[in-house]
């Protein structure tokens, strides 16, 4: 059955790929940059923080960026066949197991995006599938990175910026790329996840725009509550962390999560996931979204809480008078304002909502959209097989936008529910 297709890769998508790598660049320019300047000025402390993590974002990307390799090597031209059509670096495993063990893996898989999108949509030549493919990994990777060095580095300068009472132009710089890549990837992200889409209306602006500013006004002062937190008793972080990091890591291991395609993949996956929810929520299994959601939200206002009384105890109040008041105020009302803005999201924006014009004869008007099976949908051109359908975003995609209500019991829609 065909209920759609994807939209083919064009000039935005070219785009997309462009401007990431960019802001990969620059945040990795920007972090050498902090990290020089901190050792030519003998804060080692600092230093090595920063350095343990960009090593661990990069590590962790690497080993992600791999074990895909190796799950893609089944899939038609990841193979080990050669040819101008080969995608990555196609029977060159050693070739790219050491770009990978040498922390490059994640550059080449951009560089290998651009180049199969240029082909496509400036040379006019195959492998539209392919391209798609590409961003739809690089997005998901994007989005590990971010919140293994991006939100954890941004949390740094703030605490830096608090301890020592003031600001050099680097750490401007610093923040300034840090934000820019969480921004981005927000934006890059809830693209890649719409694009799963075919039968819903366009994304528009607007969508976006919502989708931006709760993440952000959710983040930010989830950032803030730490380092704050960090200022005042900096012995202490690691072991905030390390709590709810295993609080959140049984949390996704009792959610029986099945994202990647071995053992050791899947807990490399929930260890992530648990990093990224030190940081920010998003749905990793099917069931109860909502209940999920509101459990997570009441356990990060709760702690953000604590967190921030706990600053308010320990401060300075001479050096801490002139903002101190105002971020005991303004960061919980940023936080609700954010979780408001999630709320008009989903209640206004969010596809479910939505309804085509004109939809496939072969479907039911009311058919909800996770009842719509991802594997039905033919990528490029209603040729492609569906065997290209990157299924790590797809079942992401799957698990944002959720059902509501019970589901048909007509063995049709209970087939057509599943990744």
Known sequence: MESGTFSKYSWIDFAFSVIGVCTFLVDWASDVWVATEFYCRGDFYWFGVLVGLMLLSSVVVQMFSWFWFKYDRELPGFGAQTGPGTVLFGNKVKLF????????????????????????????????????????????????????ESAPQLTLMIYVILRTNKARTVQFVSIAASTTSIAWMVVDYHRSLRSFLPDKAKQGWGSSLIYFLWNLLLIAPRVAALALFSSVLPGYIGVHFLMLWCVFLLWVWQQRTSFMDSVCGEWLYRATVGLIWYFSWFNVAEGRTRG??????????????????????????????????????????????????????????????????????????????????????????????????????????????TKQGKPNTSTNRAESSQL
């Not at 082909?119 to 590990?144: N, P």
């Open 292 to 401: 999920r959601s509101i459990i997570y939200h009441s356990f990060i206002t709760t702690d953000g809480g604590i967190l921030l009384v706990t600053w308010w105890c320990y401060r300075d109040p001479v050096q801490s008078e002139p903002y101190a008041l105002a971020l005991l105020i303004t960061l919980p009302l940023t936080y609700f304002l954010g979780l408001l803005f999630k709320s008009l999201y989903y209640c206004c924006f969010h596809p479910k909502l939505w309804r085509p014009p004109v939809r496939d004869a072969g479907l039911p008007d009311d058919l909800p959209d996770s009842e719509v099976s991802f594997r039905d949908f033919s990528i490029q051109d209603n040729s492609l097989s569906t065997q290209l359908l990157n299924k790590r975003m797809a079942c992401h995609a799957a698990h944002f936008y």
């Open 97 to 148: 197991c050491l770009l990978h063990v040498l922390q490059l893996g994640f550059l080449c898989r951009h560089i290998s995006a651009i180049r199969q999108g240029f082909r496509v949509w400036w040379r006019k030549e195959e492998g539209s599938e392919y391209a798609v493919y590409l961003t739809h990994d690089l997005s998901m990777l994007r989005l590990i990175e971010t919140f293994c």
